[in-house]
């Protein structure tokens, strides 16, 4: 585990420190590209927070919201290539398929220089 995961770690289970702060140090955690353990630990402590009735509700919110995004993150599909990528090749293929479309070119006859 990295110095900065350990030191969110810390803050997040130090009773000592304010409520939003651990919040914010397990946000942290989860926001990080943290080990999948120390996410399941940090998402554990989260939910204590919104199942606590001692907790303020914006404090329950703000774990709710945090475990949320977490999950969110974790069932998004990849992120998909640049639209505009391949654009030039799509656009000649159009173009071909487009040009076969058309009548065959018959050049216009006329008179011929010597």
């Not at 810390?10 to 590209?33: H, K, P, V």
């Not at 630990?41 to 927070?49: C, D, E, M, N, P």
């Not at 001692?54 to 290539?81: C, F, G, M, Q």
């Amino acid at each position: 585990m990295s110095d900065t995961i350990g030191a969110l770690f810390g803050i997040m289970l130090d009773e000592g420190e304010y409520l939003s702060r651990r919040i914010e140090a397990a946000g942290g955690i989860l926001a990080f590209e943290s080990p999948d353990d120390a996410v399941e630990i940090a998402k554990s402590w989260l939910r204590g927070v919104f199942e606590d009735r001692t907790n303020s509700s914006r404090d329950k919110l703000r774990a709710i919201e945090l475990i949320k995004k977490a999950e969110d993150r974790k069932t998004a599909p990849p992120a998909t290539a640049n639209e505009m990528s391949g654009l030039a090749e799509r656009i000649r293929v159009a173009r071909l398929e487009y040009l076969k479309t058309l009548p065959p070119y018959d050049p216009p006859k006329g008179r011929r220089s010597s």
